[in-house]
């Protein structure tokens, strides 16, 4: 059962390297060879002082090797690029708790929600059943997380109950869009902890009402790339 009241992790940790001028296989190569576990370990530090969060990232309990790193890479390479064709999607590259790649999808909700509502429009909806048929659906093998935010206009009283149900609109939507149940791991909101912009202005409070959905490697995915065996 997922965790309504799950907050979302300070997924600074995650965004490591997403500025870094390299595709996920590149990245993904360097992450699994000697520096994965150095990272794994950096990300995992900075997850664990935050004692409401969850990692973002399969439970291998092994190191993953440079081959198997270069092929979830690749394949983190693609689910990128057909992201990147969703109407008003923000696409990233991040690492995950295992310092594996992984993609973060932003959709604002500005252009998820009116004002105050957790309703999904019609635009929504068409940026949302793509998402569901080019990427997700294509890519069982990626576990998903799914994160609402809103600006610090209001309580937190308003505002986190908010962004749980925005972030739970997505799934709902996705689900209907025949994204399997089992895919999706966590679901939940952040309030208006994590902000990304400057509240103080209307552009930054845009920014900050947001559904974050994160892919990354589920625990098969992990063990078919170490078996050389990932398509």
Same mark, same amino acid.
């Given at each position: 059962?997922? %965790?309504?009241?799950? *907050?979302?992790?300070?997924? +600074? ?7 870094? %001028? ?21 990300? /995992?530090?900075? #997850? ?12 291998? /309990?092994?190191?993953? /090797?440079?081959?198997?790193? *270069?092929?979830? /890479? ?13 109407? $008003?999607?923000?696409? @990233? ?11 973060? *999808? ?5 252009? =998820?929600?009116?004002? %105050?509502? +957790?309703? =999904? ?11 569901? +048929?080019?990427?997700?659906? *294509? %890519?069982?093998?990626? $576990? ?6 809103? $600006? ?10 908010? +962004? @749980? ?18 895919? #999706? ?12 912009? $400057? ?12 559904? @974050? ?8 995915? #992990? @063990? ?5 065996? =990932?398509?």
């Amino acid at each position: 059962m997922k %965790n309504s009241k799950f *907050v979302a992790i300070s997924l +600074s940790a995650v965004l490591l390297l997403s500025g870094c %001028n390299m595709n996920n296989t590149t990245k993904g190569g360097l992450i699994g060879g000697g520096s994965g576990a150095a990272l794994g370990a950096i990300i /995992g530090n900075i #997850i664990g002082k935050d004692a409401k969060g969850t990692a973002i990232g399969a439970a291998i /309990g092994t190191a993953v /090797g440079t081959s198997a790193g *270069v092929l979830i /890479g690749k394949k983190m390479d693609k689910a990128k690029a057909a992201a990147e064709a969703v109407k $008003d999607a923000k696409v @990233e590259s991040v690492a995950d708790a295992n310092g594996l790649q992984a993609v973060k *999808v932003t959709f604002d909700s500005g252009i =998820l929600f009116a004002t %105050n509502k +957790s309703d =999904l429009n019609d635009a929504a909806k068409s940026s949302l059943q793509k998402f569901a +048929s080019d990427v997700l659906n *294509v %890519n069982k093998d990626m $576990d998903v997380v799914i994160v609402g935010h809103t $600006d610090s206009t209001g309580t937190d009283a308003i505002n986190n109950p908010l +962004s @749980e149900r925005r972030a739970q609109s997505v799934e709902t939507y996705l689900k209907s869009c025949n994204v399997s149940a089992s895919q #999706i791991k966590s679901v939940g909101g952040a309030g208006s902890t994590q902000p990304v912009a $400057d509240n103080s202005t209307a552009a930054g409070r845009q920014q900050n009402r947001r559904v @974050e959905v994160y892919l990354y490697a589920s625990k098969a995915m #992990i @063990e078919a790339a170490q078996n050389g065996t =990932l398509q």
